[in-house]
């Protein structure tokens, strides 16, 4: 009896005779890009250093597209916004040591937000391996150790015959739901010996599903089918899943009202009779979202900004569907569901029943107009305009990423994205400096939509050495830079607490002069120019930044009530 997995392909003769004549001149470094290569990689981004200098040599070897950025956090930004916008895991390339470190930023905003990233770092040469303190260049006591509480997984190679093992074990890792970020360390010498082993050829490394259990999902279909006052919260799981199209089918048959998370902006449209919007930081949406008898959590931990701050305490029964399995029940009781969230959606809509409800859109039209007449008794009329002519000015399907500032923290709550996955945030781990290099690692994923970068001075300030990438691979990002003269979000916050605010107030760049310094357009706008000024710069190929002087403030927030 033949069982299918005695099944063993035999190599052809000519995969045979390539077996046995490898190409000469080849280093361990081959064998990286050969095996990226083989896994369905097309781009990668990095930042050479010495010990890492066999895998940049072996590029040149290969047809993988290299984005090199200035600074390796700015290259770890540039492959999770890459990771993003193609579901791909995005190679990043890094040197040991000072580089690596560098990175750990970028690597935390990834494992928040669920990038997949696939970072590849050299090491000390072997020799110096073990902990001892032998004087190489850049060497740590343990390097992996720096990493293992920000990563998913971490992956070691100490032969060239490990390689392609231990690089297609941290792909599936890195795809596998949640995605996220994986390390994978490579010392110097095995990079740079010269190897006889075989071209590396394709390899399969598909993730495994991660499946609703039916018994849970029925129980589900069963509480909200018969639910009195069902509510819904989208988070980024459905927009990584593509699952908003089953969750709009969803909600339509259960007539429950949605509210997308900051992470799940685009999951539900926006203007959806049953769209609760973004309004997280509402206490009426808070309101709203208690007094549901049943609570679909679907792709969210309902973390401190999902949760108004941690004020919202649901009275319902809660039902979380959670890729991360740490994440089910950490915040409140919940019937919880360990899977994806297109895989659970799919099987609640098997069972569930149709619910009538005509009060829901009306319960929802409520609730915005309730909103609006809180935002509009602060006199923030600037900020809305300003946050409405970038609307405008953006292109439906052109993918946005804005840094923390209180243009991008308005956005979170008021911003229209028109289209699933195209709104992304540093909110996951709340960094500076996410927005512009970011932008970049999407426009190399996907070089026929123009995209736009949203920073402060602040913010911009850590990634302007990319304008000098931006320039150099001509990518087509638009920079909006809102300059108020410091970190204007602690300025608000100090004075609020203190009376006055500390180490606040910045010496800045003249950002177009700095900006034409580098080739690239500088463009200084207004409130009343904005919209035409962003246009014709997302109009125009290549990078351009656009300079608004503006003091922006933040609208009241409703958690430190009471």
Do not use: C
Not at 76 to 82: I, Q, R, V
Not at 113 to 122: F, N
Not at 319 to 344: C, F
Not at 427 to 436: E, K, M, P, R, T
């Amino acid at each position: 009896m033949t069982h299918d997995h005695d099944l063993v392909l035999r190599p052809s003769a000519a995969q045979t005779e390539a077996a046995l004549n490898p190409p000469p001149g080849r280093n361990g470094g081959d064998l990286v890009v050969e095996t990226l290569s083989g896994l369905g990689a097309t781009t990668v981004f990095g930042l050479p250093g010495q010990h890492a200098l066999g895998m940049f040599d072996a590029l040149r070897r290969s047809s993988l597209q290299y984005v090199g950025l200035r600074v390796e956090n700015n290259a770890g930004f540039a492959a999770d916004a890459y990771g993003r916008i193609t579901g791909e895991a995005a190679p990043l390339l890094l040197s040991t040591g000072p580089g690596a470190l560098t990175s750990l930023a970028a690597l935390q905003e990834a494992a928040a937000a669920s990038a997949p990233v696939l970072a590849i770092s050299s090491q000390i040469p072997t020799a110096g391996l073990g902990g001892g303190r032998h004087g190489y260049l850049h060497e740590l006591p343990d390097q992996q150790a720096s990493f293992r509480g920000v990563v998913k997984s971490v992956h070691t190679v100490r032969t060239q015959s490990q390689i392609p093992s231990a690089l297609a074990a941290a792909w599936e890792s890195a795809l596998t739901a949640p995605h996220g970020p994986v390390w994978v360390e490579i010392p110097q010498d095995v990079l740079l010996a010269e190897t006889s082993l075989p071209v590396v050829t394709p390899m399969d490394a598909t993730p495994e599903d991660v499946v609703p259990r039916p018994e849970l999902t029925a129980l589900a279909a069963h509480l909200l089918s018969s639910a009195a006052r069902p509510a819904i919260i989208a988070g980024g799981g459905v927009v990584r899943a593509d699952a908003s199209g089953k969750l709009r089918r969803l909600a339509e048959r259960l007539n429950a009202p949605v509210v997308t998370t900051f992470g799940g902006k685009g999951a539900f449209p926006w203007n959806h009779p049953l769209s609760l919007q973004s309004w997280l930081e509402d206490r009426h949406t808070t309101d709203l979202l208690e007094d549901a008898d049943v609570l679909l959590v679907v792709g969210s931990g309902l973390g401190e900004l999902s949760s108004n701050y941690h004020t919202f305490k649901p009275r319902g029964r809660v039902i979380q569907i959670e890729a991360d399995l740490g994440k089910l029940e950490s915040n409140h009781p919940a019937l919880g569901i360990h899977a994806d969230a297109r895989l659970a959606l799919s099987a609640l809509l098997e069972t569930v029943d149709e619910r009538p409800d005509p009060t829901a859109p009306e319960r929802v039209r409520t609730l915005l107009a309730r909103v609006g007449e809180r935002i509009a008794a602060q006199e923030l009329t600037l900020e809305q305009d300003v946050l409405a002519s970038v609307r405008r000015a953006l292109p439906d399907g052109s993918p946005s990423f804005w840094d923390m500032t209180i243009l991008a923290y308005w956005a979170w709550s008021a911003f229209d994205p028109r289209r699933p996955n195209t709104m992304h945030s540093a909110q996951g781990a709340g960094g500076l400096g996410y927005g512009f290099p970011a932008a970049l690692g999407a426009a190399a994923a996907d070089p026929t939509r123009p995209v736009l970068a949203v920073s402060g001075d602040g913010g911009a300030l850590y990634s302007i050495a990319e304008l000098a990438t931006a320039k150099q691979y001509g990518l087509d990002v638009t920079w909006l830079i809102v300059d108020d003269g410091g970190y204007g979000i602690l300025r608000e916050y100090m004075t609020d607490a203190f009376g006055q605010a500390t180490a606040t107030e910045l010496a800045r760049p003249d950002y177009v002069a700095l900006a034409e310094s580098f080739g690239v357009p500088g463009i200084r706008t207004s409130p009343g120019t904005l919209e035409a000024d962003l246009s014709k710069a997302l109009a125009t190929p290549g990078p351009t930044v656009v300079l608004l002087p503006a003091v922006l403030r933040m609208f009241a927030p409703t958690h430190l009530d009471g």
